[in-house]
């Protein structure tokens, strides 16, 4: 077999094998292909597409291409959820805990924040003494014994997804459906669950902004989980403004615990029910009429903070901090943000948001960066509140003078304030099922 042959299959429209595939990415993993051959089949791909076939085919050879998690020793049905990144997005945090108090088992590997996107772990290691390095045995004991465990990802979790992203950002060829697909596909798959329920953000936050992309990815992943014979479902939800009103690693870890304590902010609280309500349906622990209900219940009966505390002592953490959030970090400044006119906030700019974190310390422009878990923003006036001049929209927290006042001008700026009020904005755009 040679490279030339399936460049040449691909630039002229011709669907490639399973097997082609297969020999492709294996070759380029080992080293055997140089990147010019595969920037131009990626090239091709762009321009000719790949079938539903070969979107599998690709997102199961990437999957194969290392390691996948063997979850046959923990007992029950496993689940998974994932979500495309958002600004203010602690999603996990809440809803993990709720999942696992309802005696569904969930075994999740989760990233760092890179860019105006926040990471999982980097909230999570809030906690003094919490570490997500747990060995497969660790992980495996954790989630039989209290349905929980948050892992950061392996260096050989789906390689071929790492090479092949490295030549896409540097060719232009990220924007392509099936390849994004495929990457975030391959590592769902590589880590074994039975369900996994995928929360497609659209949006100014998010990386698919038009509805129109989002749905097509959706249906996209859906289709390979439920070939791969994953039962899958995605939830397409808002990230035209932040989630929440917390944004920043210490603020999100909070809210997070407020809303386990049942004071969540109404819009995330809506993604938690729909999120939840489709894990606990397609793993049979609720019909559709009783989940929402299932999940309110676990609330209000005080099980999804226990296991929240439970979960964190469990991988290290200094669990008093559930209960006592005041032993988190504070920053240094608390610097009020006012409105400069009257009027009804029509937008916030979640990725402007989500950049003045960053630039606060609250995130990462390169994966070597140290994140400064105590600064960020929290939102007082979000999309349809009413405002007069000069009263306060957010606070910015930081621990450098300088960079709070620029971060004050920035969100001024990140709000668009008008005469008119903003139509109001579903949180939940749609859920797409295996057969839609």
């Not at 691909?10 to 140089?34: C, D, R, V, Y």
């Not at 945090?93 to 860019?115: E, Q």
């Not at 006592?324 to 504070?330: A, C, G, M, V």
Request: aromatic share 6%; glycine share 10%.
């Amino acid at each position: 077999m040679r490279m030339y042959d399936l460049i040449e299959k691909k630039k002229n429209k011709k669907a490639l094998s399973a097997k082609e595939i297969q020999w492709m990415i294996h070759q380029f993993t080992k080293g055997e292909l140089p990147d010019y051959q595969m920037s131009a089949m990626l090239m091709a791909i762009y321009f000719q597409g790949l079938n539903e076939q070969e979107t599998l085919d690709l997102t199961l050879a990437m999957r194969d291409s290392g390691d996948c998690l063997d979850l046959s020793g923990i007992t029950g049905i496993k689940a998974d959820k994932h979500s495309t990144g958002g600004v203010g997005d602690k999603i996990s945090l809440i809803l993990s805990p709720i999942i696992a108090a309802l005696g569904i088992p969930m075994a999740k590997m989760s990233g760092r924040g890179l860019g105006h996107t926040g990471g999982t772990i980097d909230k999570l290691e809030c906690f003094p003494g919490f570490t997500t390095a747990l060995g497969k045995e660790q992980f495996i004991q954790n989630v039989n014994t209290i349905k929980l465990a948050i892992a950061g990802q392996t260096a050989n979790l789906a390689p071929a997804d790492k090479k092949l992203y490295a030549l896409r950002d540097v060719t232009a060829t990220v924007d392509q459906m099936s390849l994004i697909a495929s990457s975030i596909m391959s590592k769902k798959l590589a880590l074994g669950s039975d369900v996994i329920v995928l929360d497609v953000k659209t949006g100014s936050g998010a990386f698919m902004q038009q509805f129109s992309d989002a749905k097509a990815l959706a249906k996209m992943m859906v289709s390979i989980g439920t070939m791969a014979g994953r039962k899958t479902s995605a939830v397409i939800t808002d990230m035209d403004q932040p989630l929440g009103n917390a944004v920043g690693n210490s603020l999100e870890v909070i809210e997070a615990i407020n809303a386990l304590s049942g004071n969540g902010p109404a819009d995330v609280m809506e993604v938690v029910y729909a999120l939840g309500a489709e894990i606990l349906i397609l793993s049979g622990a609720a019909k559709k009429d009783d989940a929402v209900e299932k999940i309110k219940t676990c609330i209000t009966d005080g099980l999804a903070i226990q296991k929240f505390s439970e979960f964190i002592k469990a991988q290290g953490g200094d669990a008093s901090f559930v209960f006592h959030t005041e032993k988190f970090l504070q920053a240094k400044y608390k610097m009020k943000v006012a409105a400069p006119k009257e009027g009804f906030v029509q937008k916030i700019c979640a990725k402007e948001v989500g950049s003045v974190c960053m630039m606060l310390g609250g995130g990462r422009e390169k994966k070597e960066d140290v994140i400064d878990p105590s600064v960020g923003i929290y939102l007082l006036k979000k999309r349809g509140s009413f405002v007069q001049k000069e009263e306060t929209l957010a606070y910015v927290f930081a621990n450098d003078k300088s960079k709070g006042e620029a971060a004050v001008r920035d969100m001024i700026h990140s709000y668009t304030i008008g005469k008119d009020a903003p139509e109001q904005e579903q949180m939940i755009k749609a859920v797409i099922h295996s057969a839609q």
